[in-house]
């Protein structure tokens, strides 16, 4: 069992993000791990953060969703968990995986504020509607995790908005994620030099009297220069969004059947037999030339760019061994259905049942609770 633990949280680990470009929500894991009615289990359990994880996928329809969770500094050494469970957030926490604050209440909805980003909660932040009129003003910004027949459910608790729903970053958040910020702390797993990850990848600052601010050290941050440029993109196979991933300035990305790159894409386990026969390991390079998307094929094969979302066959240009800027709405054509590009063009993740990361978890944790 306790095999099948790890490697859920291996799982849920991989759903784990603080790049602005990539969460699609906002979660206060120390409120979620006590969610009791989910399971019947434990007073505690960092599983739960799973289970509402799923929950977030099947409501988007969409597979791989990242969330940007925020850790109350007393929950790694709550006596509720078990020790692994401590061990495995102390190692997201140095890892810049969550964010690790002595209040994250209020740094939940900041954060959901100034990327436009639904909070996953039960609480109703009454105190705080005055601050963030989204909360009582935009339906499927507030969700709720409940218990559900199929599993756990998020409901809107402003209207009957059947999803999270999501809103442009407010103007505050967009000068912020304009900027590198740089913490005193250099081994600040957020802002500090030695952060992992992404390099602009970091996640929003905090404001302390206007001054951003590092939330989890409380020193005002220093301005490091303009933030390189991202996109984010999506796979699509088969009408189905697998996978966002994003292209940045700092960080071009291999997409292909079992790139050999570090953070590439790898599509085999979603191709069929002859796809993966026609798709090289390493099919398509995207990068970011300014604000310009760039791809070059560096397949064997070749690539077509489907030009404005064409799906007519006399209008699609084949490249091989070549490079082209992409246009706002092209996609990139890997194989007949095997699709690449920017994600806002594609609404809807068209996956019924998203693979789940509760996958290995022991039958144990799905108990039914009476009522």
Not at 297 to 306: A, F, K, L, Q
Request: proline share 9%.
């Amino acid at each position: 069992m306790r095999f099948e633990v790890s490697k859920v949280f291996d799982a849920i680990e991989q759903r784990l993000s603080t790049d602005p470009a990539a969460a699609r929500a906002v979660i206060d894991l120390a409120e979620v791990v006590r969610y009791v009615d989910l399971d019947g289990g434990r007073p505690a359990s960092m599983l739960r953060l799973g289970m509402v994880i799923d929950a977030l996928g099947r409501q988007l329809a969409e597979e791989n969703v990242p969330v940007h969770v925020v850790v109350h500094k007393g929950l790694l050494s709550d006596a509720d968990l078990t020790s692994n469970e401590r061990m495995v957030a102390r190692r997201w926490a140095d890892d810049g995986l969550v964010e690790v604050l002595p209040n994250p209440a209020d740094r939940v909805l900041e954060v959901a504020d100034l990327l436009g980003l639904p909070v996953l909660s039960r609480t109703r932040f009454d105190a705080l509607a005055g601050r963030y009129p989204w909360l009582t003003g935009q339906p499927g910004r507030l969700m709720a995790p409940l218990p559900g027949a199929g599993g756990p459910v998020l409901a809107a608790r402003v209207g009957t908005a059947p999803a999270p729903t999501y809103a442009d970053p407010s103007p505050v958040g967009a000068r912020l994620l304009g900027r590198l910020w740089r913490c005193p702390d250099p081994e600040c797993s957020s802002f500090g030099s030695m952060r992992i990850g992404r390099p602009s990848g970091q996640p929003p600052p905090t404001l302390r009297t206007g001054a951003p601010t590092c939330p989890r050290h409380d020193e005002r941050l220093t301005d490091r220069g303009p933030r390189p440029p991202a996109e984010v993109l999506a796979v699509r196979i088969g009408g189905v969004v697998r996978q966002r991933f994003v292209v940045a300035g700092d960080q071009p990305v291999t997409v292909g059947r079992a790139p050999e790159q570090a953070g590439g894409i790898m599509l085999g386990q979603w191709l069929s037999e002859e796809a993966r026969r026609w798709i090289s390991r390493n099919h398509a390079r995207f990068e970011l030339h300014g604000t310009e998307l760039v791809v070059q094929d560096v397949s064997t094969n070749g690539m077509g760019i489907r030009p404005g979302g064409s799906m007519d066959d006399d209008e699609r240009i084949t490249l091989k061994r070549q490079t082209r800027a992409l246009g706002p709405a092209d996609f990139v054509e890997l194989y007949p259905g095997v699709h690449v590009g920017r994600a806002r063009n594609w609404s809807s993740g068209g996956v019924v049942n998203p693979a789940s990361v509760m996958a290995e978890a022991p039958t144990m944790t799905f108990r039914t609770v009476d009522r």
